[in-house]
Every structure is written in C-alpha cells, then in structure tokens.
C-alpha cells in the first residue's frame, strides 16, 4: 500500500507571530503565580480489559483532542502568540475536552531534565505584565517563561478547569516536521549545555522516566504516549520500526516494555500509551496504526499491564487515498477490510483499551466525512476513548477544530486595560464530528470530566458529580445510555478508606463478571496472619485493583501515605495484610503487582 506522508505544522508568518524576541532560558523552578487545586492526587487511572477506571472501579471515557507546539522550535503551544492561555483553556474545557495530548520532543525533555529549559517566543507584546494577555507567562522580575515553567503554567490551568494531560514524543528532536522520521532515536541536537547529544534508546527512556518522576505527584499530567507514529525508513529513519520478540534495536514493542519499565517504577500510577507500527507480518497500515503484533507479542511490563492502553492512529482518505476507501465503504466493510485485524480486536475481545491517539481531517462534503461519521460512531458504541487532531488549525493535512483566535484589549471602568480571546471554532466540524463524541450526562448532556473534585468548564461536572447524582439516573452518552453505580472518591482520601477494627476472612470466591474479588467473611481477632486477608490494604473485605493502588501510593509517597501521616494514610492492619512479598519487608511495587496478579487470576495464593 501507499505510505502517506502527513504535513508538517504550517511554518509561520513573521505577521501572524508579531513577537518581540527570545527570552533567556530561566531556572527550572518556575516563579509564575497560577490556580492551584484539587491536590489531593486522587484521578490516577487504570485499565482491566478494554475499559478504564479511576480508583474506585469507576469507568470513564478519555474524549480529548491534540495541542501541538511543544514538540516544534518554538516550544510552545501554538497561538499563544494569538491568545491567552487562561482564557484557551478555559474555552477548551467549555467544549468538552476532558483531556489534552500534547506533543513534544526529546530534546525538550532533556533540555529540562539537565535543568536548562528552551526559551520560548515571546507571548506577551513587549513582555508587559501590564498588557493584560499571557500575563501569567511574565516572571515577577518581568522576564518571559522558558519552556518548562510554560508547561508547568497549563497544567495549572488544566487542573483549574478540570482537564487532564498526557505528554506524546512526537519526534527525537525538536522540529517542526519531526513526525515524519519513524524511530523513536537515532537523532542529534545541540543541548542548552552546549553538549551535542545523540538521541539513543538509552536517552529516550531516561528523559521519560525522568518526567515521571519529576510530576509523579501532579495527576493532572495522567500518562506518557511514547513514541508518535513509529514507521518506516519513509522520513529519513535508516530502518523500519518493528514488532516481534528479539532484541534488535528497531523492535518497538522491545523498546515500549523497557520504557514502559522505567517510567512505572518512578510513578506506577501512569498510563502508557502505546502506538502501533506501520507494518507486521506483511500487513500494512497508518503510520502508528498497526498492532496486529499485540495478539502474537503483548507489551508486558514487569508491573502488569494494568496501565497499558494501546494508541492507534487512523485516518480518512483525504490525508491520503486507501484501498478500504476505494468502495462505497460502510462501518463492516471498515471493519472487514482494515480496522477488525489492525487495532479493533482488542477492544472486540475485551484485552486492552484503546486510544485513538489521532483522528480527524478536513470536511470535503464526501468520503472523508463519511468517514469521520463512521469512525465517531463506532469509538461511541464501543467505549473507545480518542483525542482528536488537532485543535490548532496549522496542521497542513488536516485543518483544526480552530479557525482563527483574536485577542483584543479594552479599557475598564477603573482604568485598567482588560484582555478578551475569541476563539473560532469550526462550528460545522465540532458540532457534526467532535461533539457528539465528547463524554456527556444522557440527557441534560452535561461535559463530564476526569477531575474527582474539579467541574470540567462552566457546563460540565466533575467525575465525583457525575457518580454520585448522574450515573444512576441518567448515565451518559456510552453504552446506548446504560445507566450505572458508582462510588464517589472522598475529597479527603486518595483510594476507598473503610476503617474497620477487625480483620476478616474464610473462603474466597472469584467472579469473572465482578468487579472486586468477594470475600466471605467470619469476624475474628486482628494481628493474626492465620486469619488475614492478604492483599486487602484498604481494610474494605475485599481485593480488588483499589488495594494495588494505595499500596503504589505508600511504596512511591510515603511522606502523605504512610501510616499515621495524614487522613489518606494506610491505616497499620492494612499495611500488614498488603505486605504479600515474602522477600522483602514493607510496601514495594512489588506488592502492589502481586495484588494484582491476584486479582487477575495469574496467582492462586497471596503472599507469595
């Protein structure tokens, strides 16, 4: 088949940029005043089969779109040159967008990991605190952010509007064009140190697993897509990107398990998104859209897979022309030809979630709407979460959810001058194609976001809101409006706290269509191991993925989990009966994956 070649991000008009110059790189720690709340670190998530949930087993919907910049030479989300960042996110989140995946490179993550962030443009005329537009990006000594404090800055406003991130290496270096080269090394920059570095695998994880573990206490930055579009030599790459089970240094899945590895230990709570490649066994397919080698060689961190969610990419035939579009092609025919062996049987046999880490395009009237309607459909019905692309219209082969953004200045009544971002939306594209697969409540169609306390925009709810006074009584737009229970997070508590002064246990009986592994129970003495109910850290009766989680929570923050340290701490009997390793004394990660593998059936007896 045809390979397509996807447009690099419009190079910029000196007109449409109108900035003053390149600020100093400034100290990593950032001095930028912005909204902080919700830190309660409490909407990590977690995949069982080929559905998500937060702590509680509650299901949610990921249904976000792509905001690119960071990965280019600018650093920087695109049109911040245009609008102000508070008022961008603000709209975003107002347009159901519960969460953004944001492309960057390597090289930036060096940049920040060596403590040397890039500078960005300028995003504020004059550099002006005064001038009331980015004023959150102007340090109080009137310098301009450098990159990381601006990464830093939007994760704030995230958390402040109720959407959550995840970061995607879109290219080993930065570049405007850096989704065409197909591996995820084998590229050089310059570093802010003057060092010039050769991406390597070994670089490539060591950035990630640096990120996290730098904002492992940030769940507003949810998880890491680890390589954008994994390809073929088409791009420059001297070799394809393949999938199978030897040790050759272009064998993605290889490269996405050690990588998976590294970033799990320094924060277990991640999601890692995993993107296909081009070609398997002969077959061939979107850049990043082939994981028919999932089937044959799965992704298996030493964790478990409970945080993997595989990422396919896929497109209409406006980007570029393919033999499933050359029929009056139908959701089967779709499904026959192309999506069934390519990605769509893990969802079909319950094995991994999905995310469509892309989809999109310009609307054509035609075959490209047509397949922009089938393809929004079928993630509706079938609870596959998506990120659209993009929002930023600069995308040469695919346009934007974004026309144009204004940014104007009026004069108040006081005299101070305020600021105002218009932003245009396509209103044909979002109202045809994105909205309709936003996650929303039924009937009064409420934006629900992935916050437990934050209220996603000014229409939407947040995840707790929506489970304690929606769920049951409305449900949302998946699963044909099946309505649903739920469990609400306490505001106080990172995991389900049940305080309970006895310890109880005497035969357990695993359901295959039950959420928690159900204990029956007898009341008897605490303390004794005899009568323990191994793997039950919360002290609920039960072993279920929630006890995993606290007990990655103690290993990873012991200062706010750790017995006695605060009301989210694991209480003493609770710790006794997680400590399932027999190898090593107290809470590790290993605990946490035997819970696991527990509760999936891989082992027949805790402890191990």
Known sequence: ????????????????????????????????????????????????????????????????????????????????????????????????????????????????MIGDPDPIESVNPNDDPNYPINVDLINPDGSVANSQQTFEVLLKKCKKYGVKCFIDIHSPESNNSGHNYGLWYGKSFKANNGKTVEVTTDVWIETLAWCAENYKNDDTLIGFDLKNEPHSTYGGAPVDAIWDDSDKPNNWKKAAQDCADAILANNPNALILIEGVEGFEGHGAWWGGNLRGVAKYPVMPKAGTSQIVYSPHDYGPVVSAQTWFEKDFTEETLLDDYWRDTWAYLIEKDMYPLLIGEWGGRLDGGKNEQWLGLIRDYMIKNHINHTFWCLNDDSGDTGGLWKDIQFGVTQGADGKMEGKTTINWDEEKYDTYYYPATWKTLTSKKFIGLDHQVALGKD?????????????????????????????IEITSSSSQTTTQTSTVTTTTTSTTSEVTTVTTNTLETGSDEFRVWGDANLDGNVNIADSVLVMQVATNPDKYDIGKSSSSIKEEGYKNADVDTSTKGLTNRDALYIQKYK??????LPV
């Not at 409305?474 to 739920?486: H, I, T, V, W």
């Open 460 to 488: 939407g709810i947040s995840l707790n809101d929506f489970y304690a006074n929606y769920a049951s009584k409305e449900g949302s737009n998946l699963d044909g409006g099946k309505k649903a229970d739920g469990t609400p």
């Open 600 to 605: 999936l059936g891989l082992i027949d007896k």
């Open 1 to 112: 088949m045809n390979n397509f070649k996807r447009s690099a991000a419009a190079l910029l008009s000196a007109g449409a940029m109108a900035l003053t110059g390149v600020a100093a790189a400034m100290p990593v720690s950032p001095q930028i005043t912005a909204y902080a709340v919700d830190d309660t670190n409490d909407d990590w998530l977690h995949a069982k089969g080929s559905r998500l949930y937060d702590m509680n087993g509650n299901e949610v919907w990921l249904t976000g779109a792509n905001w690119f910049g960071f990965n280019c030479t600018e650093n920087v989300p695109h049109y911040l040159w245009s609008g102000d960042i508070d008022h961008m996110v603000k709209d975003i989140a107002d347009h159901g967008v519960n969460v953004l995946r944001l492309p960057v490179s390597t090289e930036l993550l060096y940049n920040w």
